[in-house]
């Protein structure tokens, strides 16, 4: 079982690359598929592979399979968890 610490961790070193911000701001609003990111994103598969991977464990984005694909999508729970995690600790509260 991971302590809030662990898990802030997480959360915050999905957020501490520019890759992946800009893998957030490419799915803010619309699902995309693994094959478009990688042409947006003008990286390498495996190199796309790692960020969502960093990403999907953070819970700020989901993923859902569709034949040898996978989708990415913004998960609003994940993203809400986040920014309590964040008001928490800046808050003091922790």
Same mark, same amino acid.
């Given at each position: 079982?991971?302590?809030?610490?662990?898990?802030?961790?997480?959360?915050?070193?999905?957020?501490?690359?520019?890759?992946?911000?800009?893998?957030?701001?490419?799915?803010? #609003?619309? @699902?995309? *598929? $693994?094959?478009? =990111?990688?042409?947006?994103?003008? %990286?390498?598969?495996?190199?796309?592979?790692?960020?969502?991977?960093?990403?999907?464990?953070?819970?700020?984005?989901?993923?859902?399979?569709?034949?040898?694909?996978?989708?990415?999508?913004? #998960?609003? @729970?994940? *993203? $809400?968890?986040? =920014?309590?995690?964040?008001?928490? %600790?800046?808050?003091?509260?922790?």
């Amino acid at each position: 079982m991971r302590d809030r610490y662990t898990e802030d961790a997480i959360i915050f070193k999905a957020l501490c690359d520019e890759k992946r911000l800009r893998i957030i701001a490419l799915l803010k #609003n619309q @699902e995309k *598929c $693994a094959c478009s =990111l990688i042409e947006d994103m003008q %990286i390498g598969q495996s190199s796309l592979s790692y960020h969502m991977k960093i990403l999907c464990e953070s819970g700020i984005i989901t993923s859902r399979q569709d034949g040898k694909w996978t989708h990415y999508r913004i #998960n609003p @729970e994940g *993203c $809400a968890y986040a =920014l309590k995690r964040l008001q928490k %600790i800046l808050a003091g509260d922790d």
